[in-house]
């Protein structure tokens, strides 16, 4: 969205939310988190305003599904197979690269489905 902001906004997502590994995946809270602000408008404009929450409401859903679909579940500890409120146990998670055939895996699928997604509902606003 070419604000760094929104990056720092989602920065406590790591670990689930600040290694709270019960909550949901961070890139799952991101998504959500995009996906209310691509589908904001002013209060004021009531039609567009419930038209957005609709689309964002429908399209998180959709995305949740999908997420627990591919990866089994949707909350960090689960995905990742680690607990983090062990003394060391995100650094091991580092350390180990254990991050690259998850954490990478649940950011590239996130990314693709909020493409596709954003396609699709291109198309319906042209049809």
């Known amino acids: 969205m070419g604000n760094e902001d929104f990056l720092w906004a989602g920065i406590a997502f790591m670990g689930g939310i600040g290694g709270e590994q ?11 988190i995009f996906l209310g ?11 567009k305003a419930k038209h957005g929450r609709t689309v964002a409401r429908r399209d998180a859903s959709e995305y949740v599904r999908s997420f627990r679909e591919k990866f ?40 693709e489905k909020l493409y596709e997604l954003d396609e699709r509902n291109a198309e319906e606003q042209e049809s």
Request: glycine share 12%; aromatic share 10%; with cysteine.
């Open 37 to 47: 602000l691509q589908n904001r408008c002013p209060s004021a404009e009531k039609q």
């Open 72 to 111: 089994g579940g949707i909350a960090c500890g689960d995905l990742v197979g680690m607990d983090f409120s062990k003394p060391g146990e995100y650094q091991r998670f580092l350390e180990s690269g254990v991050w690259k055939n998850t954490c990478e895996k649940f950011v590239g699928f996130t990314i």
């Open 22 to 32: 019960q909550a949901p995946c961070g890139a799952v809270s991101s998504a959500a």
